[in-house]
């Protein structure tokens, strides 16, 4: 019974959960990669419609990137260390308040502009698996509770900075504290965005979100794919180029009596 009591409640959310979402993600990227390489991609669905995507998709990925520089700087650095360059806890407050609401917004605007257009066009949303629901909900989830929490402690209600920054430093040094998510007045909706994130972690390799660790590092030396218009009389082709494409086949038939035949010169 005190074994029990022992693992439930706070240490199942806190530390051991945690830690299977963060075994599950890295055993999950390395099977992936050995498994299924070339389905190591976002599953793009642009071709079927890209007016909406472009939009939402770099306003949604802009507020990502600002979310995770917000959420590493939280937690990686201490207070003693912005106290130590002279930054107070008031100013700091303010530039966490500030940075993490444009963040949040960009990526509310761009995650609803998503969700629009997968649900708005057919041909779009039947592209869309469970494994995409699912992570679509954390997401959701993640992107709400977030916000809610950024927004409820601009009055620094919470000192995150004391209670849930050390809590994550503490599980890279496997030494987590569960009651600095538990206790010093930490809201719900900070424990809610926190677990909702272990569950996404858990998925990640498994669905789209997997195209995040992939690095365009031979993209800059890669020769230029070159596409002949659809048309070829269209002038849209023009400013590509110039002169008319040679539409003769590589490898001419043969004349009736037995010789090559020269293909006719396309001036």
Known sequence: MTTTAAISGPVILY?????????????????????????WTARSTELLEGKVL?????VFHLG?????????????????????????????HLIAVFGGVSAGLA????????MYR???????????????????????????????????????????????????????????DPSLMTGGGVMLIFQIHVIA???LYALWPFSRLIHAFTFPINYPRRSPIIYRPRNPRST???KYGSGTPDYAPSISPESSDGSPRVPEKVN
Do not use: C
Request: a positive charge.
């Open 15 to 39: 530390v051991i959960l945690p830690y299977v979402a963060l075994a599950i993600g890295i055993g999950g990227l390395i099977w992936r990669r050995k498994t299924d390489e070339f389905g």
């Open 54 to 58: 472009r939009f939402a998709s770099i």
């Open 64 to 92: 990502v990137l600002a979310a995770i520089g917000g959420h590493v700087m939280g937690i990686l650095i201490p207070q003693s260390f912005t106290d130590a360059i002279g930054l107070s806890e008031h100013y700091y």
């Open 107 to 114: 990526v509310i605007v761009g995650f609803v502009a998503l």
């Open 118 to 176: 997968r649900i708005k066009f057919p041909r779009v949303r039947v592209t869309t698996t469970r494994m995409d629901v699912a992570v679509f909900v954390l997401l959701g989830i993640g992107i709400v509770t977030g916000m809610l929490a950024t927004v409820l402690n601009i009055g620094d209600a919470v000192n995150y900075r004391e209670s849930v920054a050390p809590y994550f430093r503490q599980i890279f040094i496997l030494n987590p």
């Open 197 to 199: 994130v272990w569950f």
């Open 236 to 238: 849209r082709g023009k």
